[in-house]
C-alpha cells in the first residue's frame, strides 16, 4: 500500500511539468492565430499556478517571465494592421494577470514553505503529536506518533484515534471532551495499545483549537510514554511499603516489654477474677450476684486482652492498607499503652492535650499508627540522657490556621542541632548508634502520602518538637 502510494505520487509529479508545458504551447499557438482583440494570454496565469507545485521561487519568476515573453511574441506575430487599441489594452491586461498571480502565487507558496517548517519542526520532538477534528479523526500524525505507536502518517491519518490506539479514558469521552471544550485544554493519564498490541500508558496533554468566529475545529494531543515511569513508582511504593513493615516489626520488638506488660495485666484479672468467681460459687449459700461480677470483669478482661493483641496484627500485617476517614486522637489512645512501659522504664511523663472536636483525617490506621509510634519512642530515647530536669513528653493534637490536622510531639530531650536538622528526615541518617536511619524517612514517605507534611523545630528551653500536618477530611453529604 504504501510503495502504490509512493508510486502515485511520484507519477503525479512527473506529470506536472509535461502538463504545464502543452498547457503552455497551446495558449501559445491559440492566441497566436486568434485575433489580437481577443483576449487568450490571461490563460497563461493557470501555467503559473500549476508550476507553483513543483518549482521553487525562482523557477516561478523564470516560467511567469516565459509566459510574459510568448504573449509579447504572440502579439507582434499578428498584422500590424490587427494591432489596434484594444489589442494592445488586453496585452496589458494579460501581462499584468500574469503579474498579479505569480505574485499571489508567490506570496502563498511562502506561506506555505513557512507552515511546512513549523510542521517539520513538531517531526523534529519525540513527543507524540496527533491532531485530530472533532469527529475524533486524525488529521496530523508526526515522526513521534510513528515510532511510539508503529502506524506509518499514511495509515494514521483518516483512521478514529481512540479505536485505533485503543485508548483507556479515566472518565467517559463525552465527559471529557465537555471539559476540554469548557476549558479548552485537559492533561492526565491513559492507557492505549501499540500496533503489537503492547499496552502503554501516556502522559496525555490536549488543546482545542478554535476557527476564527471562536468554534472549535480540531484537538491537538500531545503524548508521552510514561509506561517505564509508572513501573518504576509501583516497584518503589512496592519497596517503601516492604521496609515500612521491616521497620514496624524492629518497633515492635524494641516494644516488647510493654506488649507483654499490657497482656499480662487482663490476663493476670483473668485468673483473679476467675478465682474469686470460684469461691463465691463454693460457699455454701453461693452468692451468684458476686460470681456474675466477677464473670464480667473476666469478659471485660478478655475483650481488653482481645484488643491489645488485635492492635500488634495489625501493626505485624504485610501490605498496603485502604485510606479511609480516621480519627487522630482515637489512634493516638490505642498506640499510648504500647509504649507506656518504655515511658516508665526511662521515668518519662507521658502527657496527652488532645483537641475534643478534631475533624477525621483520610489515612491507613495502620501506617499512621507507626507514624506516632516512631515519634513518641524517638522522644523517649531524647529524653535518656537527661539528668538535670524532669523528663517529659507532651503529645498534642490540634486544628491548625490551615484547618488542617496537626500532631506535636514534644520531648524534653536533649534537642537537634541546627546541622542535624536539615539532615534529619533524610535515608540512612541517624544520631544512634544502632539506628538504621530509616525510621523518619519512613514517616515522611508515608506523611507526604497522605498529602500531609511532617516537619522538626527546637523548643524554646529544651527539646524537640516532631509536628506533624494532615489535611482535614470532610464528609460530603449524600
Sequence with gaps: ????????????????????????????VVDSITHP????????AAVVLLVVRFLDTRGVLLVSAGCMLLAVVSALLHDRAELSAIAFMNLFASLSAIVITTYLVLQNQSSNLLLLEQARLLDVTHDAIVARNMQDIVTYWNQGAEGLYGWSRDEAIGQLSHQLLKTEFPMRLYALKEQVLRTGRWDGELLQKRRDGTEITVASRWAIQLDSRGKPVAILETNNDITARK?????LQKTQTELAHVTRMTTLGELVASIAHEVNQPMAAIVANGEASLRWLDREAPNLEEAR???????????????????????????????????????IEEVIP???????????SLQLDEEPRLPEVLGDRVE????????LMNALEATEGVMDRPRELLIRTSLNQDDNVELEVRDSGTGISEEHRDRLFSPFFTTKAH??????????????????????????????????????HRRTAS
Excluded at 302 to 325: A, C, F, W
Excluded at 341 to 348: P, T
Excluded at 447 to 458: E, F
Design 293 to 331: 461480677r466477677a464473670i464480667e470483669r473476666i469478659i471485660s478482661e478478655g475483650m481488653r486482652s482481645s484488643d491489645v493483641i488485635s492492635r500488634i496484627r495489625e501493626l505485624s500485617r504485610k501490605g498496603h492498607g485502604r485510606k479511609k476517614p480516621q480519627n487522630l486522637n482515637e489512634i
Design 1 to 28: 500500500m504504501q510503495n502504490l502510494s509512493r508510486a502515485n505520487k511520484q507519477s503525479v509529479s512527473f506529470a506536472l511539468p509535461i502538463a504545464a508545458f502543452f498547457i503552455a504551447a497551446t495558449i501559445f
Design 231 to 235: 513501573q518504576a513508582q509501583e516497584m
Design 338 to 348: 504500647l509504649v507506656q512501659r518504655a515511658a516508665a522504664d526511662r521515668k518519662v
Design 37 to 44: 482583440e481577443i483576449a487568450v494570454a490571461p490563460l497563461y
Design 368 to 375: 499512621l499508627q507507626q507514624v506516632i509510634i516512631n515519634l
Design 435 to 472: 539506628g538504621m536511619g530509616m525510621g523518619l524517612s519512613i514517616c515522611r514517605s508515608i506523611i507526604q502520602d497522605h498529602d500531609g507534611r511532617i516537619w522538626a523545630s527546637r523548643n524554646p528551653g529544651a527539646g524537640t518538637t516532631m509536628h506533624v500536618s494532615l489535611p482535614a
